[in-house]
């Protein structure tokens, strides 16, 4: 933590506390970040940004209030908390707003966790542009004479973030993230105009595949989806590509939270020990992967974080339970939310698999969708190609997949060994079995 940050967080908390506040946090964070996005050969925009600012949760005669501002002088800091404490006052009082008992804190490891780009500041404009470029150059070369249009953009964002409690907690971050993106719309039969991307995101420049890759890559899945047709509604095996396996399972995480649980809202209530999946259905939330995108030594509350088993060979272990949602919950906080996202995975590659299945759908994204937090029922859109012998021989669009998660977790039947490393959930490719895929 920078003095300079050291000392404007203590001075919220030494105001706060003479002004009556029974407890305080103060998070301040500084960030940058820059965008380079190009189209048609130009830079389509270029915005680059800088902020700094402090934030406050004020607990106050057990009412509650959180604010921010962006004016970091002392004297305008302190009336600024003094002016959040009368307006906590206002509030209807939460007996279970508070800060996290300090106990939580304590057994927070100390590792590096490879946040930060040591190499950041070297980054230059030259470079991004230089990256942009190449990403619409190479998109539009493999898409041939079926590309009509490529946007492609290079992102990178330093976020530095100090927390000080009144009652013991201290930490900061320091991070980086940047992400090169290409989307390509060709021209298809008719008005047809199929869109497909592709990226990489990382903690560094250098870690990122080469950008002739990734605008390919992005060509290529946009050409997948050429002469897209709708089906018979049958039932089939299903695999769903390792980078849109988040789209599902976002509704069995979302039943997870604590929240849901609270407000009775969820098809998981009660539901702890059970078995709601196959064996194949385990996710592990590791936070100490060094240069993870969920990567963290503490979570939202300040809790020490550590690895946990939330599904265990489909056994459901645990929630995701923040301090607040435990207060009202009457039971032990485990932590807020997700942070790497493991499913252990498999020895075979997608290829190996489609050649066992012998017809299936290969599922390459989804559209729109709506997942029932309190029955479990869901339903999305799809996109993907027909396979048959192991060979892919058709693309299939204008179809969906509806089923329940209580039921349909029990239909996974392998893991393919392809973890998709560009996100804090990296799940690899999932085959399901005896899936309905409506259509005609």
Same mark, same amino acid.
């Given at each position: 933590m920078s003095k300079e940050m050291m000392n404007l967080c203590e001075i919220v908390l030494k105001t706060a506390q003479d002004a009556g506040a029974d407890d305080c946090r103060a998070i301040f964070v500084k960030r940058r970040f820059v965008e380079v996005q190009y189209r048609e050969h130009k830079p389509e925009k270029v915005q680059e940004a800088s902020t700094q600012d402090i934030g406050i949760d004020i607990y106050v005669d057990g009412r509650y209030v959180s604010q921010n501002s962006a004016d970091l002088r002392p004297g305008a800091l302190k009336e600024f908390v003094r002016n959040a404490i009368e307006a906590a006052k206002l509030l209807e009082a939460d007996p279970y707003r508070t800060l996290p008992d300090p106990k939580y804190y304590q057994g927070r490891k100390e590792i590096d966790l490879q946040m930060l780009d040591p190499d950041y500041?070297?980054?230059?404009?030259?470079?991004?542009?230089?990256?942009?470029?190449?990403?619409?150059?190479?998109?539009?070369?493999a898409g041939g004479e079926k590309a009509i249009s490529v946007t492609s953009t290079v992102y990178d964002d330093y976020r530095e973030e100090s927390i000080l409690t009144s009652n013991g907690f201290k930490g900061d971050i320091q991070s980086t993230i940047c992400y090169a993106f290409a989307q390509m719309t060709a021209q298809d039969e008719g008005d047809?105009?199929?869109?497909?991307?592709?990226?990489?995101?990382? $903690? *560094? +420049?250098?870690?990122?595949?080469?950008? @002739?890759?990734?605008g390919r890559r992005a060509a290529a899945?946009?050409?997948?989806?050429?002469?897209?047709k709708k089906l018979a509604t049958q039932t089939l095996p299903i695999i769903i590509e390792n980078q849109d396996v988040e789209r599902v399972l976002d509704g069995f995480l979302g039943a997870m939270n604590g929240w849901a649980l609270q407000q009775k $809202? *969820? +098809?998981?209530?009660?539901?702890?020990? @059970?078995?709601?999946?196959s064996d194949v259905f385990t996710l592990i939330d590791d936070p100490f992967i060094v240069g993870g995108l969920g990567s963290s030594l503490y979570d939202g509350d300040g809790f020490a974080t550590r690895k946990r088993t939330m599904v265990e060979k489909g056994v459901l272990k645990d929630f995701y339970i923040d301090w607040y949602r435990s207060r009202k919950l009457g039971v032990e906080p485990t932590t807020g939310g997700t942070s790497n996202l493991l499913l252990p995975v498999g020895k075979r590659s997608v290829a190996e698999i489609m050649k066992d299945l012998g017809r299936g759908i290969l599922i390459n994204g989804f559209i729109g969708g709506n997942s029932n937090s309190n029955t479990g029922d869901f339903s999305i859109g799809i996109t993907g190609t027909l396979f048959e012998n192991g060979e892919l021989t058709?693309?299939?669009?204008?179809?969906?997949?509806?089923?329940?998660?209580?039921?349909?977790?029990?239909?996974?039947a392998e893991a393919a060994n392809d973890p998709w490393p560009y996100s804090n959930v990296q799940m690899p490719s999932l085959v399901f079995t005896d899936v309905v895929v409506a259509g005609v």
């Open positions: 500041q070297k980054v230059t404009p030259e470079l991004r542009h230089a990256m942009a470029k190449e990403l619409e150059e190479s998109c539009l070369q047809r105009r199929p869109n497909g991307y592709h990226y990489a995101v990382d $903690r *560094s +420049f250098k870690k990122l595949p080469p950008c @002739e890759e990734i899945r946009t050409l997948e989806l050429m002469g897209s $809202r *969820s +098809f998981l209530l009660d539901k702890k020990g @059970e078995k709601l999946g058709q693309a299939v669009a204008e179809m969906n997949i509806a089923d329940n998660h209580l039921k349909f977790w029990h239909k996974l």
